[in-house]
DNA sequence: TACTTTTGCTTAAACGTTTAAGCAAATATA
DNA sequence: TATATTTGCTTAAACGTTTAAGCAAAAGTA
């Protein structure tokens, strides 16, 4: 009852030709006869010839398939650089597996796991929250599997990175709530073991050493950024005795909470505190006021990742150099300060 | 310089047996004596052997991939029915390959295109807006390859489908503005050639009649809703020489582009007109007013339609019975109504 | 004319696994 | 003791493709 798939011997048995011709008739192998190549491509599209990947990618030891590994698509910036991924791999004839680590490590290393197992010929990675071993990171590249990393990145793994500058657009932002009159600028940020997180940080604090505003350690928090997060954090920088008149958060999402929790308390954004996110989801332009922002670039990460992706696998491997991008970002003024 | 992956006939060398005992050892055949399993288990630990899924694949004609199609991605609903899917799947051994059609039917396509190319054993999809030619799906179905559609699906289609009951849904909240003292209830849908919206619709225009309300065709509008025409329809509900008091939106996107004009416009909300939505995605509690909306069970309608998938490759394809599986949405109520 | 080269195909092996069929040895049954 | 059954493996083919090697015929060259 089931139906049987045309292969490439059907078509080679209608042509009285070997199967071999038909495959390199099909590739367009300059040894085989333009007459010989359009019969058998008449043939294929009369029997509704599919090539088998499966069969293919064995014989080649190529799957054609790239692995993408994100903490969650839900994000505008994760889903709008997969997006771009997804567009520049397919013109070369690559399709992508998406996969989520919901910012948990396990699940990223079985995420890891699944990868290698389909035999993608590389992966393209955003690191989970929650990861500091990176043992599974060196599994793919003691595979020989090209590993490029974007966002979330880390220093000690030797892997092609893209991102933007963390460390600069912290910097600007202080900056411009400065240039609003802010005078006691909070600060609650990523956990400082992820890379980015702990570049925001520094930028954070070096521009407040730079423009003599006080330094206290109450103004400064990590967080895993979360909505929920957001709100407790803020409340916990409310509850000070001298709270901020500026809040810094380094991600949109936390700063929605943030914002969610000023509001019912009845305190004015901007004028009884100044807000700034980081990521620039589309909501930070719909909500109450409206959320200032830093513009990451997704598109940019999403064509620059799979474009080093492909130069990996198309180039000598002896003669590669690392690739890390760094991208300048843009501070997005919005109402919130 | 490549390193040679660990077969199963370099465990086979190994121990001096076949190749053939080596894979029956792996998979716990009982032809097989406790004694060589437990040998060709740790050889194969000890060599790091990992099994070559494409080779599998080809063999046993399955390839253990489920492909996904949604919309796309970055909205919080498809992204759960995603997580949910992964989620059961995985436990079965399947692994997903998601893809967006972002709305385009020739995107679709293609991604039909590479989901068959990429053999995945079964596809569970969501439609895009513009899709009204079923022919690229009846391929699917002509391929002997399972399909499930959930939410965006296609009563002609004779295909599993889970979603929820959309008119139930809208009469629920007409039924609910009504209530709330609304008069003159508008609704901007989505396009009546797909069955939800045009399920929403009835929905919408039954409860209108069954209320005595007045049944004007000015105040029942079509749109893609996404965030822009939200505001665009809104816009023109506002135009008329009698406006609404409430607006019903199909979508939450759409609902927050009418609200943010509204806003605009300083028109309270709810006072001065109702809005509710559907989807109930994450910030339809964050905006001000907090938006009435649809809560979808995300959650269940993944997990559904992964056990509808994997119980059409379980069982007999004689004795299968369509499943038609409609949950019953519930309404979340907020500010906005 | 005698050779080299090119053209257009074929043959056969390979990718790594699974599995049907088979066979000898061990064990059970009568 | 003779026969049947079970156990534990092996052999070989198969999945559908690609590709190295090879070979005859055609075309080019001297």
Known sequence: MKKKRTTIKDIANVLNISPAAVSKALHDDSRISAKTKAAVKRVAKELNYQPNHLASALRKGKSNLV?????????NFFSSV??????????????????????????????????LFTQVDGIIASMANETVDLSYYEKI???GIP???FDRGEND???????????????????????????????????????????RIRGYIDAIHRYNLPHDDDLLIESSLTMEDGRLKMQELLALEN???AVYIAGDYAALGALQLLKEKNIDVPNDICLVGFGNEPFTSLVTPTITSINQHSEQIGQLAAKTFLERVKMDPL??????????AALIERDSS
Chains 1, 2 share one sequence.
């Not at 910097?171 to 073991?193: D, N, Q, T, Y």
């Not at 690392?322 to 300048?328: A, F, S, T, Y």
Request: charged residues 25%.
């Open 67 to 75: 692995g993408v590994i994100v903490p969650r698509t839900s994000s």
């Open 82 to 115: 997969i997006q771009n991924i997804e567009e520049v791999l397919n013109r070369e004839g690559y399709n992508i597996i998406i996969t989520q680590s919901n910012e948990s490590f396990k699940k990223e290393c079985s995420n890891i796991d699944t990868l």
């Open 141 to 143: 590249k003691s595979k």
């Open 147 to 149: 590993l490029i990393l």
């Open 157 to 199: 793994l030797n892997v092609d990175y893209i991102g933007i500058n963390d460390y600069d657009s912290s910097f600007m932002i202080v900056e411009h709530l400065i240039s609003k009159g802010c005078k006691r600028i909070a600060h609650i940020g990523g956990f400082r073991h992820t890379r980015i997180f702990n570049n």
């Open 243 to 245: 709270p901020p008149d």
């Open 319 to 328: 003669k590669q150099t690392l690739n890390k991008i760094i991208l300048d």
